[in-house]
């Protein structure tokens, strides 16, 4: 039995006006993340977690900024995307558990919706998927509302 695990971080800067995508879900707020995609940071650190523990480089090189069929794309395509080219090479996810750093919205009434959005984009049963939310009690950039961080462990195995 081959078991792995991943790690994945991702920033974006937050602005008036945009859109904030977490978790495959739109959050009703005054600022969102620019970002070529949709920018949803918890999605992209989810991606970066399952290919690093596949050994398959990061979100970047499968989906590049740089390329216009990626401009505005659903992060939810892109998890989707991940997690079928994890299970081509052989790989099952066991678990994922996430964080989302951020100072507002407040975003417990969300997490149930997240965490069922991403069990269906990646297949696996909603007790496998955990995200949790928290401040940084003002400080630094995601204090001043400036932006958004995410980070994601996950646990996969290769059959």
């Known amino acids: ?5 991943g790690q994945g971080i991702d920033f974006h800067r937050l602005a008036a ?22 920018g949803d940071v918890l999605l992209h650190a989810i991606c970066d977690a399952l290919l690093g523990a596949a ?8 989906f590049p900024d740089n390329d216009e069929q990626y401009r505005n794309i659903s992060s939810g395509l892109l998890l989707e995307r991940t997690s ?3 299970g ?3 790989f099952s996810i066991i678990n994922i558990d996430s964080t989302i750093c951020l ?7 969300y997490i149930d919706k997240m965490c069922e959005a991403i069990s269906q984009k990646c297949r696996i049963d909603r007790e496998r998927v955990s995200v949790k939310a928290t401040t940084t009690e003002k400080m ?10 995410a980070l994601a462990s996950v646990l996969i195995e290769k059959k």
């Open 84 to 86: 079928g080219v994890i």
């Open 1 to 5: 039995m081959d078991i792995r695990t």
């Open 140 to 149: 630094g950039f995601t204090g001043r509302g400036e932006g958004i961080i």
């Open 88 to 90: 081509e090479k052989g």
């Open 103 to 109: 100072e507002e919205p407040k975003l417990s009434k």
């Open 55 to 62: 050994g398959m480089r990061d979100i970047g090189y499968h």
């Open 17 to 38: 006006g945009e859109k904030l995508w977490l978790g495959g879900i739109n959050i009703p707020h005054d600022k969102g993340c620019i970002a070529h995609s949709d």
